[in-house]
Structure formats: C-alpha cells, structure tokens
C-alpha cells in the first residue's frame, strides 16, 4: 500500500487540488500552487512511513503536521477548513487506492485503511491546535501542568 501511495503522489496531490480548489469555503483564501501543496509531500510522507511500520505503531507527531496548522492559521483558515482539507485529503487517498484495486493486497487493506485514516486524523490534530487558544493547551498537544 505504501508502495502505491508513494507512486501516486503527484496524482493524489493534483487530485485534492482540484477538489479544494472546487470547493467554496476553501477558495476564498487564494493561495498559488505552492502555497496550497506545499505541505502535501511531507504529510503524505509521514502516512507512507507509518503503512511501512509495524501496524501496532501509534502516530508520531509530526513537523510538518504542526507547521501546516501554523502556516494555515497565518493565511486566515479556519478551523472547519482544516477539516475540510483533511476530509479532502483521506477521499483523494482511498479514491487513488480504488483506482488500483488490481495492485492492492486484500488481506492487507482494511488494516492499512485504518492505518491511513488514523494518521491523517492524528495530523488533523497537530493542525488544530494552532487555532485553540495558547493557554488551554500546548501547541505539542499535551495539557499545561
């Protein structure tokens, strides 16, 4: 799974531009290529290193996670663009995987599915908190002592 993900990257990032660019609440913040992609290799990368982990391996945090939610605050999103970006982004993921049905393993599927939903989830998470306020939690995700 990690294999194809890995060999789809271009589509699978030119495909959730096309939605996000398609969708309203997320094209009022005008951003070129670069500025709208720019986060999408690393973020992607971090699911393919998790499918390649043993599958009892819980999401680390993640760099590129947390500066996504900063730099996505910066450009005015708010929190249900976020979440609308990363919902966007787990349909391009399982979409790319239908297209290549014929190259997936079966038994390992469901399993990987869980696995990606997960890490994108676990992503989704270090975005946002850049958007709560500083003094109830720290941006590392952990409560202040």
């Given at each position: 799974m990690?294999d194809?993900?890995?060999?789809?990257?271009?589509?699978?990032?030119?495909a959730?531009?096309?939605?996000?660019?398609?969708?309203?609440?997320?094209?009022?913040?005008?951003?070129?290529?670069?500025?709208?992609?720019?986060?999408?290799?690393?973020?992607?990368?971090?699911?393919?290193?998790?499918?390649?982990?043993?599958?009892?391996?819980?999401s680390?945090?993640?760099?590129?996670?947390?500066?996504?939610?900063?730099?996505?605050?910066?450009?005015?999103?708010?929190?249900?663009?976020?979440?609308?970006?990363?919902?966007?982004?787990?349909?391009?993921?399982f979409?790319?995987?239908?297209?290549?049905?014929?190259?997936?393993?079966?038994?390992?599927?469901?399993?990987?599915?869980a696995?990606?939903?997960?890490?994108?989830?676990?992503?989704?998470?270090?975005?946002?908190?850049y958007?709560l306020?500083?003094?109830?939690?720290?941006k590392?995700?952990?409560?202040?002592?």
């Amino acid at each position: 799974m990690a294999d194809i993900l890995e060999g789809e990257l271009s589509n699978t990032i030119h495909a959730w531009l096309k939605l996000v660019e398609g969708d309203l609440d997320l094209a009022l913040i005008p951003l070129n290529f670069d500025e709208r992609t720019g986060h999408l290799p690393r973020l992607l990368n971090d699911v393919i290193t998790r499918l390649r982990l043993d599958k009892d391996t819980r999401s680390l945090d993640s760099v590129a996670a947390s500066h996504h939610g900063k730099l996505r605050y910066k450009q005015g999103y708010t929190l249900g663009m976020l979440v609308d970006e990363s919902r966007i982004l787990e349909v391009c993921i399982f979409s790319m995987l239908d297209r290549n049905q014929s190259r997936l393993v079966f038994s390992k599927l469901l399993p990987s599915i869980a696995i990606i939903a997960d890490e994108v989830d676990a992503q989704l998470k270090q975005h946002a908190l850049y958007f709560l306020p500083d003094e109830s939690v720290e941006k590392k995700g952990s409560p202040k002592t």
